[in-house]
């Protein structure tokens, strides 16, 4: 696949009256044209500083961005106006212009290119369809809820035809549902257009909903990179494991050291998988987490189990769950 953003070597340093703040160290990553790409991490892991290096809204201290073979850092202040209108963002707060109507907020970025008003009108009209806010071409952000304004971001985002769309931390103010909306919408639009979208969160449930590949970043470095499967199901860093297994892994006051994790990627929705091995094993197993959803009648997702102290019947559970096609990961320490 072709390489559309390519980050090489990126720290970045802040310098302070009192101190000194590394966010990011030696950061590498390749996005190919087309892929919706997650960054995650904690807060205060540097992802957010890191996206912002991707358009030069920050410029890195070390290491070099290039964006469609472009070494951002070598461009003419000129050059790098004309690049940054092909890479648009998206804020958790929004950014309005609450003066503004919604259509002259998706008109704003085309004014400042120069397009004529009526043609940039009639653009954002279509914009507005797009995102599903025709009707509400005359209101005010004011009178639009969160997940309608976080709309009218995006289709003033889309509005000078961009290759890449960065969102930080997009869907962080709004609800589960409305985010389930906004990230439909977003990938709805990766489909269609074809641009390059860039999803920083600290949210793996967004990871999993939306992404192809993902990057992990812990302390500004980077932690782990690979597909949304590969990582989920493999997590290999304490930083990547922190967020597939939500909780760290502590529990109070469990009995039996026997953990397993277990990952439904091709399994019916259908199957009752875990049911069928109790009744098959004769024995309990104890639930500490499940984290699955139905996409398409196949299973996506986890479980943590908590299997019998008789290694015997634990064994047997293993092995009915490899047999049913699971990847079976034992935890060392999970509880206890």
Known sequence: METIIQVKDVGKTFI???????????????????????????????KSTLVRCLNFLEKPTTGTVMVEGKDLAALPEKELRQARTQISMIFQHFNLLMQRTVLDNVCFPLEITGQKKKEARVRAKELLEVVGLAEKAKAYPAQLSGGQKQRVAIARALANNPKILLCDEATSALDPTTT??????????????????????????????????VAIIDGGELAETGTVEEVFARPQTPAAKALVFQNGGHYEE??????????????????????????ECKAPANILLADTKDIGGVAHGQMILQLPEDEILAEKMIHYLKEKKLEVEELDNYVG
């Open 16 to 46: 302070g009256k009192d101190n000194t703040v590394e966010a990011l160290k030696g950061i590498n990553l390749e996005i190919h044209r087309g892929e919706i790409y997650g960054i995650i991490g904690m807060s205060g892991a540097g």
């Open 180 to 213: 389930k909306s906004i990230l439909a919408l977003l990938k709805d639009i990766n489909e269609k257009y074809g641009i390059t979208i860039v999803i920083i969160t600290h949210e793996m449930a967004v990871v999993q909903e939306i992404c192809t590949h």
């Open 254 to 279: 469990m009995k039996g050291k026997r953990c397993i994790r277990i990952v439904f990627k091709e399994n019916s929705s259908f199957e009752p998988v875990i049911g069928n091995m109790v009744l």
